[in-house]
């Protein structure tokens, strides 16, 4: 995306000039159009690169964006509006600029005779692998109609899984930064006055005061050495993650923790199931299903499985022949899926797995935030107890002596 300087007249014929945010500057004059105004003038603005860097990311296409857009297109298709036409009304409609102007060059290309699928698969960092999929199989069958509106409902529910989520996280997430910032200014500026105090009577201190008086020391000392600790293993972390064994360790990890595992094993399980239903109603052959599956899974365990799993099937075998020996999956799936296979009803029995673990993830994530509150509770009793056993029991101590 760039920013161009425009200079236009408006429906009144009065001068207005600004910035505007496009891929090309085609686009830019298109978008400027459609708004009423006639151009003068428009030229791409040179911007640093960490503006433009800020600004693509105050701009990026959320999976909010692509939901409202696949909803909308489903709709209008539906309403037997020609392809072109849709494309530019949900255009119109978009907020973002970023998806705006991609949607803008997907109309242009498919008004030139290019098909659905083959313009969006020129923006995969837009439009995933499972997308433009499922848009191929609906022009291939001339389903494309009833594919959209399938896409749409399922990542409407894909999307209020994960907000729900994140909503569930941000409360104790919230919670913990702000008793972390309140326990440092507590220790840098309130801990130092009461415990020096105590250090001028020269009194024997409890080991439980000797830590808190340490701690304070180095925070007051070596803040700067904690900040660098801090940013030193965020980035360590994201460089372990960014390597292919860094990223399995950590998603063995997520399925071993004590109480989250659990919940990551069911998210895993409700984003394959629903995908690959999604993708056989679609009319996508079983293995190119499966192998587009195994990218939306975004865990390598899993991702194991599966490719496991594609062997087994071009070799003329049961897709649940994999998973009846894996502990990561649930004997009711494979059980499942085998009977689906049998009777032939794969994306009925998919489902209702995917119904199932929805509705076990939306009831684990309800209890853990049930847990949350009388948990953080604890920890602040916790925190409150340690503090009055530093400070206030020696001070009470020595008043007592006189």
Do not use: H
Not at 14 to 43: D, P, T, W
Not at 86 to 106: G, P, R, Y
Not at 136 to 143: A, C, P, V
Not at 383 to 391: D, E, K, R
């Amino acid at each position: 995306m760039a920013v161009f300087k425009y200079k236009a007249l408006d429906r009144e014929g009065k001068i207005k000039q600004g910035l505007v945010e496009a891929v090309s500057e085609n686009m830019a004059a298109e978008a400027l159009r459609e708004r009423g105004f006639s151009i003068v003038s428009i030229k791409e603005r040179s911007v640093f690169k960490g503006a433009k860097q800020g600004f693509a990311l105050f701009n990026r296409i959320k999976s909010k964006d692509l939901v409202i857009f696949s909803r909308q297109f489903a709709v209008m298709i539906s309403a037997n509006v020609a392809m072109v036409q849709a494309l530019k009304i949900v255009a119109e409609q978009t907020d973002n600029l970023k998806l705006k102007a991609v949607v803008l060059e997907v109309s242009n290309e498919v008004d030139s005779g290019s098909k659905l699928s083959d313009a969006l698969a020129k923006r995969p960092q837009v439009f995933s692998n499972f997308f433009i999929s499922v848009i191929r199989s609906g022009e291939t069958s001339g389903k494309l109609d009833e594919v959209l509106n399938y896409l749409a409902d399922e990542m409407e529910k894909d999307y209020d899984m994960t907000s729900k989520i994140k909503g569930a996280m941000i409360y104790p997430a919230f919670v913990f930064c702000g008793l972390g910032a309140v326990g440092i200014i507590m220790m840098v500026f309130v801990i130092p006055k009461l415990t020096g105090i105590l250090q001028e009577t020269g009194a024997e201190l409890p080991f439980a005061t000797r830590i808190l008086i340490g701690t304070s020391g180095f925070l007051q000392n070596y803040w700067w050495l904690l900040i660098i600790i801090i940013v030193g293993l965020i980035f360590g972390v994201r460089f372990l993650i960014s390597t292919s064994q860094g990223r399995k360790y950590l998603d063995i990890l997520k399925l071993k923790l004590p109480v989250f595992g659990k919940l990551f094993q069911k998210i895993y399980l409700v984003r394959f199931t629903r995908s690959l239903n999604t993708l056989i109603v679609g009319g996508v052959a079983i293995s190119n299903s499966l192998k587009i599956t195994s990218e939306v899974v975004s865990n390598t365990v899993y991702q194991r499985l599966i490719e496991e799993t594609i062997k087994e099937v071009e070799d003329g075998n049961s897709i649940s022949s994999v998973f009846i020996n894996s502990k990561e999956i649930p004997k009711m799936v494979s059980q499942m899926m085998s009977i689906g296979e049998k009777t032939g009803k794969l994306d009925l029995i998919l489902e209702r797995l995917t119904d199932f673990y929805a509705k076990e993830v939306t009831n684990t994530v309800a209890n853990l935030m049930t847990l949350m509150e009388p948990l953080i509770m604890v920890i602040i009793g916790v925190a409150v107890g340690i503090m009055v056993a530093a400070v206030i029991m020696p001070m009470y101590n020595l008043a007592g002596q006189f």
